[in-house]
């Protein structure tokens, strides 16, 4: 059994393909989403059928595989099952990839007035969001009203906070402009709040400098060390500043997804599964967990940041540590994660990549990661597609039907 069709979860059941083992791969949704794109359907760059793909068209030629649309609410590890509304199902292995959601630090009021991104749906609604904001601002009298409509607030300066404003800082300053007769979009106020000293604090300091220079420049107000102490609707504490603002966005924390409570161990704070060397559960040995929802301390004493080659790399690993058990081989040795690098886009042509010895900034830095996101758009419509649509809507300043909001 796998739980969950993301990076990990599927990565583990295409790695089972020749294995003489029966798989099936539950997830709640009938899609696998490529996340790092999701900003781009959030900014109307891309639709959401250029990120998205069914999971069982993906596994439809894998013999040994089934597909399952359930949402699991239980493990239960003493029976080896898995429970689900409707029904249990029984296991001999169990890999789970269920990944992470939103945290909102104990203060889950401030969801309503700003959500995150992390599904389809996020990307539709901050979509919606966006585009609406300056529909109103266009038919408000009141210019003070206006400006608040016309003010969007980021709180956290990861790598969806910075993507996500230079990606609006510039709809505003390119694709919108001459749209309207009343509001001109340019006077958007784009606000990328950051609690800690500087944004994109995973890249070293010199590349996360150039990135907040990039997005100064596409008109980004970059606030640094501006710790978040409340939401409402249409506002944003920093301290004793509050800030009136017609959209406001959650980009600050994430914590794994609560199915990992009922495994019944201690999970760490952010909610994640603390792992063995081969990334089994204490006790456990038929129990691996993989992706945003491991901690996986064992390389670096922290664990393994949450990004995509993490979960593919873990799936990769589980599956074969199975294949392994079941043909009555040798394990092969404890997991250890190959850093392909890290890499943050900020606009037009625009981006910061950490490649080890390698650092690249600007359009360099852009063309590769176009380079690796096309790469990695495992089994999609088709890539090339993709990316010249992609590559269209930037050159060109379009977002065509891409504007409609509801689509
Ligand atoms: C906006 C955004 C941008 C990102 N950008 C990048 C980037 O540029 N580079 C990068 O490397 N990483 C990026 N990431 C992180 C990366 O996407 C994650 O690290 C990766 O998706 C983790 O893979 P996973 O398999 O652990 O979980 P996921 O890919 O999140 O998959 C989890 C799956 O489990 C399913 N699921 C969850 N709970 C249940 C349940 N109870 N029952 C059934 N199914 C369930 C979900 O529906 C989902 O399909 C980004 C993430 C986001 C949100």
């Given at each position: 059994m ?22 099936t791969l539950v997830d ?38 089934e597909v399952l649309l359930a949402?699991i ?9 898995l429970?689900f509304?409707?029904g249990?199902i ?318």
């Amino acid at each position: 059994m796998i739980i969950g069709g993301g990076f990990g979860g599927l990565t583990a059941a295409r790695s089972l393909r020749t294995a003489p083992v029966s798989v099936t791969l539950v997830d709640r949704r009938n899609h696998h989403v490529f996340q790092p794109l999701l900003y781009q359907v959030a900014t109307a760059a891309l639709s959401p059928g250029d990120i998205a793909y069914p999971i069982r068209s993906i596994l439809r030629k894998q013999k040994n595989t089934e597909v399952l649309l359930a949402e699991i609410a239980a493990i239960d590890l003493s029976r080896r099952e898995l429970q689900f509304t409707g029904g249990s199902i029984s296991y001999d292995y169990l890999i789970v990839g269920a990944g992470a959601a939103h945290s909102y630090f104990g203060h889950d009021d401030w969801e309503k007035s700003a959500p995150g991104l992390k599904t389809l749906e996020d990307a539709l609604e901050i979509r919606r969001r966006f585009l609406l904001a300056f529909e109103e601002a266009e038919r408000e009298p009141d210019p003070a009203r206006r400006q608040k409509l016309l003010t969007f607030v980021l709180v956290g300066g990861g790598p969806t906070g910075a993507e996500l404003a230079g990606a609006m800082a510039e709809i505003s300053r390119t694709v919108l402009v001459g749209d309207f007769r009343v509001v001109d979009p340019r006077q958007a106020r784009i606000i990328l709040l950051e609690a800690g000293p500087r944004i994109l604090p995973t890249f070293p300091e010199g590349l996360s400098a150039k990135a907040s220079a990039a997005l100064t420049r596409l008109g980004v107000e970059v606030r640094i060390g501006s710790p978040v102490t409340g939401i409402g609707p249409g506002f944003v504490d920093v301290g004793a500043e509050r800030l009136e603002a017609g959209t406001i966005l959650w980009s600050a924390g994430v914590a794994a997804a609560p199915v990992a409570r009922s495994l019944g161990i201690p999970l760490d704070r952010a909610g994640r599964v603390p792992v063995e060397p081969d990334l089994s559960i204490p006790g456990h040995p038929e129990v691996f967990v993989i992706g945003d929802l491991a901690a996986f301390l064992h390389q670096t004493g922290k664990p393994l940041p949450g990004v995509a080659q993490v979960a593919i790399q873990q799936g990769r690993y589980a599956a074969t540590a199975i294949a392994r058990r079941v043909s009555g081989q040798p394990s092969a040795g404890p997991f250890h994660y190959r850093d392909p690098g890290n890499l943050a886009v900020l606009g037009r042509g625009a981006a910061i990549a950490d490649l080890g010895r390698v650092r690249l900034s600007g359009f360099p830095a852009w063309l590769f990661w176009c380079f690796v996101h096309i790469l990695y758009l495992i089994g999609f419509r088709n890539r090339f597609i993709v990316m010249f649509e992609w590559a269209w809507a930037y050159f060109r300043n379009e977002r065509g039907a891409r504007l409609i909001t509801g689509n």
